[in-house]
T-cell receptor
Framework: KAGVTQTPRYLIKTRGQQVTLSCSPI?????VSWYQQTPGQGLQFLFE???????NKGNFPGRFSGRQFSNSRSEMNVSTLELGDSALYLC??????????????FGPGTRLTVT | KNEVEQSPQNLTAQEGEFITINCSYS?????LHWLQQHPGGGIVSLFM???GKKKHGRLIATINIQEKHSSLHITASHPRDSAVYIC?????????FGKGTHLIIQP
């Protein structure tokens, strides 16, 4: 099976712009989670989508949003970009067999630089 | 909110040494993950465990639920093991991550 793919891999945006990142999960996986990784804060959970519904959300401002399509592909959007949004954005997919099944498969990430 | 502490933050060892990385968390969890991240950012899930011990090749992960503690061991370490190792715990609000352990194995 193909792994989790993320596009684009690298992105440079200007403060105030918005950005959309895409994640295609492993075929058959219904859950997609998004994470932000910065040198200062490390890895932080953004949100999880399951069957097109947001299941969980981390402690991030409303500028960060996401959605999931019927084919399980997911997008996350960041509006009004700030310099602090520069980070590696990772998505991870899982089947899951049940709510306790949390084994996740990570994509390569999108490195966003805000100037 | 779960607090996840990893130690050590940085570890440099010689090839062949036995490596131990520790992870402690504050609140009961459903599962604990050990992740490996190489330069360039890609993350690989090494283990997910909720009890006992798992082994994969030269890697061993253990968890003590009562003590809220997990360890990742690397036997016969090799320079290709050099990476950041991250502990993460699962709960109702998604994964909470430790800060990571930056491991360097020198030949």
């Amino acid at each position: 099976k193909a792994g989790v793919t993320q596009t684009p891999r690298y992105l440079i945006k200007t403060r105030g712009q918005q950005v959309t990142l895409s994640c295609s999960p492993i075929s058959g996986h219904r859950s997609v989670s998004w994470y932000q990784q910065t040198p200062g804060q490390g890895l932080q959970f953004l949100f999880e989508y399951f069957s097109e519904t947001q299941r969980n959300k981390g402690n991030f401002p409303g500028r960060f949003s996401g959605r999931q399509f019927s084919n399980s592909r997911s997008e996350m959007n960041v509006s009004t970009l700030e310099l602090g949004d520069s980070a590696l954005y990772l998505c991870a997919s899982r089947y899951p067999r049940d709510r306790a099944d949390q084994e996740q498969y990570f994509g390569p990430g999108t490195r966003l630089t805000v100037t | 909110k779960n607090e996840v502490e990893q130690s050590p933050q940085n570890l440099t060892a010689q090839e062949g040494e036995f490596i131990t990385i520790n992870c402690s968390y504050s609140v009961g969890i459903s599962a604990l993950h050990w992740l490996q991240q190489h330069p360039g950012g890609g993350i690989v899930s090494l283990f997910m465990l909720s009890s006992g011990k798992k082994k994969h090749g030269r890697l061993i992960a253990t968890i003590n639920i009562q003590e809220k503690h997990s360890s990742l061991h690397i036997t016969a370490s090799h320079p290709r093991d050099s990476a950041v190792y991250i502990c993460a715990v699962g709960g109702a609000d998604g994964l909470t991550f430790g800060k990571g352990t930056h491991l360097i194995i020198q030949p």
